[in-house]
């Protein structure tokens, strides 16, 4: 049975930062970040978005009413949570009008859960092949202001159907992963902002890599040259550009060249909104499906994910039969060329901002937020969601 993803969208909000001028305001050379970390534009979130309303925005432009008729399950990727009991996916089955018949979990392992959701919706299926799964990756990545994280800072929401006979792409049961205790990046209870060891997280990362994709050859005796494209977690997009320097650096020169010429076409979004946390690797799924004119039905595109603290998996897709035509190409280009530039002292003000985890009772005033589904506020404790 071919099993995997039918149908997906992303969402980030409508405002985005120059990352130039954030050098500039921050005494850096523009080029360490438009270069050295590859990154060009950084979304902003305002308060009046979370990860709820960001992943039923996502989810909204995909679903259609047989599909939520399906749906018996919702799996909701985060390390942005916004309650330590009641799980982002229960929000979703009332905004979005889901029956009352579906399991709602959240689950958490920093950038890795959307991956671990798509297997296990992957196992649900199999198990019950007329059912449909909805995979969420959501997250607001935050470092702080004027900290050595703040570059990789952005956020968003990516919304997958999972399906039998899915019409985008199958995924293989050939998944390798490496877990290991290490504090490359962490935030505590009760912290708003990440910790992170930069450059010990970037070496753990590309060590977990080294591990799965050298036993993933093992097992399935690919090599490199068996895929059309690869893609990465791109908590910024020069990161994962080092590691396809590593799967690509005894190859033939002209695999070599095909594969660096796609991961343009993956990190192109990435380079434009940022850090997404659980929805990064899938953001440059969508990136390449949307900007790549050279895929065709039944190539191999390798997928390694990774998420801190740590765990690491590469695993394999198929392009399916006519996954071309439920793509609109370059559309969310579109989406992202009509964003509102802030200048960094709004930035900083839309960043101090937010909801604080003592604010009892807060209205926000949502009528600058141009989206369908916004965060109005807290009443006692109790957040608020609007559907304009």
Known sequence: MNIGIDKISFFTPHLYLDMAEL??????????YLIGIGQSKMAVIPPTQDVVSMAANAADKILTPEDK??????????????????????????????????????????????????????????????????????????????TKGEPTQGGGAVAMLISRNPRILAVQDDATYWAA????????????????????????????FKHVFKEYQANTGFDVSKFDAMLFHLPYTKEGFKALKIAIEDADPTVAARLTHEFENVRRYSNQIGNLYTGSLYLGLLSLLENSTDLKAGMRLGLYSYGSGAQGEFYSGLLRPGFDQNIEHEAFQKVLDARKQLNVAEYEDVYNSRIKISDKTRKLDISTDPAKFVFAGVEDYQRQYVVK
């Not at 050098?23 to 360490?32: F, G, H, I, S």
């Not at 205790?181 to 977990?208: C, H, I, Q």
Request: aromatic share 10%; net charge negative; glycine share 6%.
């Open 23 to 32: 050098a500039e305001a921050r005494d850096v050379d523009p080029n360490k």
């Open 69 to 146: 008729e399906q749906i018996d399950m919702i799996l909701f990727a985060t390390e942005s949570g916004i309650d330590n009991s009641k799980s982002g996916a229960v929000y979703l089955q009332r905004l979005l009008g889901f029956k009352h018949q579906v399991r709602v979990v959240e689950l958490k392992q920093a950038c890795y859960a959307a991956t671990a959701a798509i297997h296990f919706a992957h196992g649900h299926i199999a198990m019950n092949p007329d059912s449909k799964v909805l995979v969420i990756g959501a997250d607001n990545a935050r470092y702080g202001l004027a």
């Open 181 to 208: 205790d290490v504090m490359d990046f962490w935030r505590p209870l009760g912290f708003d902002e990440a910790l992170v060891d930069g450059k010990y997280s970037t070496n753990v990362y590309l060590e977990f």
